[in-house]
């Protein structure tokens, strides 16, 4: 009778149980946070900005990396990433939106949103249409593609080889991770909690200023307003960390950017609007009209203090403060009311928000001539320094000066 090889038998259980690598736990937990962060780092670079967008150029030292990191750690096509990204961008909080939690529901698109992506990948129609330029060679063919859940099964593999039976929670964090953080917290909180900077036509809101952990996908709303930039911070206590790569990759030669976004320049006062100011208006309309919101909140504040003296309702306050200097589409039915009271109860605020509206008609207005633009520019320019506001005169003033 044979005798088992105990030794044999037992480095196969220690190999079971601990791999070839025999870490630690916080070893394996720093491994883990270290890889997530990678992938997560080729989906902002390499499907968000260099493919879905165009913002950027990548070495094909770069772009291959990129390719083969996501098939390993996520299994996600390329094409099927970019299609269904660009249909979210045409569409946005449209019923074809495909992840949007204005159309479907914030809990849905948070605790299912890897569930809305298969189903819109399944959709030729979609891929047809905004699949234009996606990788389409040999190895995206007969392995990315053809072969797209093999590479996280190789990953399982390599994971158990490290780590043992601790490697299965590595690979159940990979695999959890992209889903949980791009297709639930990007596509969900990015459309609903958050702050604004900008006044993007659709509800997109920047999660945090610091952009770290989904590696600067949490400025969505900077992402919204300039989608084919691939810097997506753009004020000073904003980080992108994924903007921090590119551009230590740009430097190493592996990356190209494209386009940032636009930065209004100011010069001399012209004496009159002209065609360069409408021009530099309609160019950096969301930084424009960000200045001029800032503007509205301290004439705000202002009123608001006399409004406190005449005992007016808290209610009528806070709703002006929250909602005024918005696109009236962009403010919720239910407190209109209380904002229309509250402009009704401030002869400033009335005639700023009014201005407001008219100078956003001079970008929306496509019907219109320039020369005519123009001279409602003139128009709207003398009006804002003849009002008797302070605020709305030196808004004037700079937009005359002005330039791309």
């Known amino acids: 009778m044979l005798l088992p090889d105990w030794t044999v038998l037992n480095a196969a259980i220690e190999w079971l149980s601990h791999g070839v690598l025999s870490w630690s736990w916080w070893q394996i937990v720093l491994f883990a946070l270290a890889v997530t962060h990678i992938t997560m780092i080729s989906v902002t670079v390499f499907l968000h900005r260099h493919q879905a967008h165009r913002a950027l150029d990548l070495h094909p030292i770069a772009s291959h990396f990129f390719r083969f990191w996501l098939w390993l750690t ?69 392995l990315y593609t053809r072969f797209s859940w093999q590479g996280v099964g190789l990953m399982m593999i390599i994971d158990l080889s490290l780590f043992g039976a601790a490697g299965l929670s590595v690979w159940a964090l990979q695999m959890a991770w992209t889903p949980i953080m791009a297709a639930g917290i990007i596509n969900g909180a990015g459309h609903y909690w958050g702050y604004r900077n900008f006044e993007a036509p659709d509800a997109s809101t920047n999660i945090s200023p610091w952009g770290i952990l989904i590696a600067g996908e949490e400025l969505h709303n900077n992402h ?6 691939a810097k997506l911070s753009v004020k000073p206590y904003e980080f992108d960390i994924g903007w921090m790569y590119i551009s230590l990759m740009q430097m190493a030669g592996l990356a190209r950017v494209k386009k940032t976004p636009p930065k209004a320049a100011y010069g001399d006062i012209r004496p009159v609007a002209d065609e360069k100011t409408l021009e530099a208006l309609i160019a950096n309309r969301y930084e424009i009209m960000a200045g001029y ?47 229309a009271k509250a402009l009704a109860a401030s002869p400033v605020l009335t005639k700023m928000v009014t201005m407001r509206e008219e100078l956003r008609q001079l970008w929306l207005n496509t019907h219109v001539s320039r020369d005519q633009l123009t001279l409602d520019l003139q128009g709207w320019c003398h009006r804002a320094e003849e009002s008797g506001i302070s605020t709305l005169r030196e808004f004037s003033l700079r937009l005359r000066a002005a330039r791309v």
């Open 293 to 339: 919101a800032k503007g509205v909140r301290q004439a705000a504040r202002e009123e608001f203090e006399a409004m406190k003296t005449r005992s007016a309702d808290a209610a009528v306050i806070k709703a002006a403060k929250r909602w005024m200097h918005r696109d009236e589409e962009k403010v919720p039915a239910s407190v209109a009311p209380e904002l």
């Open 224 to 229: 919204h307003t300039y989608p084919t930039s």
């Open 74 to 142: 996520t299994g996600q096509v390329t094409k099927e990433w970019a299609s269904i990204h660009r249909k979210h961008h045409a569409k946005c909080e449209q019923p074809d939106d495909p992840h949007s939690p204005h159309v479907y529901g914030i809990k849905t698109v948070l605790t299912r949103g890897a569930e809305l992506y298969r189903a819109e990948s399944m959709n030729q129609e979609t891929l047809a249409r905004y699949g234009h330029g996606t990788p389409n060679d040999w190895l995206e063919r007969n």
